[in-house]
């Protein structure tokens, strides 16, 4: 592994919805994330309904465009491309597998002639299209298959079919979103397997999304995206002789990290903490006499940010004198 393929930096997208009344309503699927994906690797991405997952593959695979920050793949910048050139990138560069994997495929043509279609449709004619086609489906395991009509294929061979068409076009980077999604835990085995393999033969890079936390045994490293943002990422340790997983939260560009909220919730922390050095590392902590935790009392918005600040240890006694200062000023002005 190589090269990075992927680098997003601050990435945001930003839909925005007319509804009915006329006014526009923003959603913010992607919130500045930032991740890199190296050449050749095979990243899994989990995390929450609604997170930003799709967006995130929509994004790379220049179905949409960035509304911020910075897309690379390859020397490409996403977000500059011009429409045709995205075009283009998305045709020639990128191929997708959906979760629904036969639900662009024809129930009565066979294999062989789902796979031809796209092919005939991008220009590609002729005997050489046939030949291509069954070269496809060898790739993923299906050759035996290619006359059965698709109705008669398992969920499984019917996934292995949308896969060939995804490779057609010789794809550096294939794009999967849910691609087991519907399929039963055996199958989704042999998806898996099959992608490992393709990544491997053809020095595929992958960007997998999926539900299932066990796609870490499947892929080279998982991130976990959390409301627009990289929260985690998981990855593999050898300890006390066998192979295990470890989840580490991951910093923006700014520093900041996001706690769980399992986490928060356990230890009764909401709006501030304290955090101390320790000879271990940085404990966060609940801080003591929690009183104006929640609301906020009589305390002004300015006060409440300076003592916030001086909380989180941000800044120093010239900031708690400030704050001082602030309120008594206030008190002979009344
Ligand atoms: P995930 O794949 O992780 O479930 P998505 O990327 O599909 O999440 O969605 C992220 C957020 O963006 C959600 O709030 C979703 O409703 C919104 N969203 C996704 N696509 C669109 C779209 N085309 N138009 C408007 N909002 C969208
Ligand atoms: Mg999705």
């Given amino acids: 592994m190589n090269e990075p393929l992927i680098i997003c930096e601050n990435l945001v997208k930003i839909y925005r919805l007319n509804n009915e009344g006329g006014a526009s309503v923003e959603v913010q699927a992607l919130q ?8 050749g690797e095979m990243l899994g991405i989990v995390g929450a309904s609604g997170s930003g997952k799709s967006t995130l593959l929509n994004v790379l695979g220049g179905l949409d465009r960035p509304t911020g920050g910075r897309a690379l793949v390859g020397k490409q910048d996403l977000g ?99 691609p ?19 990544n491997t033969r053809l020095k595929l890079t992958m960007v997998i999304v999926s539900h299932d936390p066990g796609i870490a045994k499947h892929v080279d490293r998982v991130v976990a995206v959390r409301d627009g943002k990289l929260a985690s990422e998981t990855v593999r340790v050898q300890k006390d002789g066998g192979e295990h997983h470890v989840e580490l939260s991951v910093l923006d560009a700014a520093g900041r990290v ?31 006499g ?26 120093s006694l010239s900031r708690i004198w400030e704050s001082f200062k602030s309120r008594m000023i206030k008190g002979i002005k009344k």
Wanted: aromatic residues 4%; glycine residues 8%; proline residues 3%.
């Fill in 80 to 178: 500059r491309l011009s429409a045709r050139a995205l075009d283009e990138y998305r045709r020639e560069q990128v191929g997708f597998v959906w979760q629904q994997g036969a639900r662009n495929l024809i129930p009565y043509l066979t294999a062989a002639e789902n796979v031809e279609l796209p092919l005939t449709l991008s220009g590609q004619v002729g005997r050489s299209t046939r030949e291509r086609a069954l070269e496809l489906l060898e790739l993923v395991n299906l050759r035996e298959r290619m006359g059965h009509r698709l109705e008669e294929l398992s969920g499984g061979e019917q996934q292995r079919v949308a896969i060939a068409i995804a490779l057609a076009n010789r794809p550096k980077l294939l794009l999967a979103d849910e």
């Fill in 290 to 315: 929690n009183h104006h935790e929640g609301e906020h009392g009589n305390l002004s918005g300015e006060q409440i940010a300076a003592e916030n600040e001086a909380v989180q240890g941000q800044s």
């Fill in 180 to 198: 087991t999604g519907e399929l039963d835990t055996v199958t989704a085995q042999t998806i898996y397997d099959l992608l490992r393999d393709l």
């Fill in 258 to 288: 996001q706690i769980p909220r399992e986490y928060l919730e356990e230890f009764e922390i909401k709006r501030r903490v304290l955090i101390e050095t320790t000879p271990e590392g940085i404990l966060i902590r609940k801080p003591e």
């Fill in 32 to 39: 500045g994330l930032d991740i890199t994906v190296k050449d």
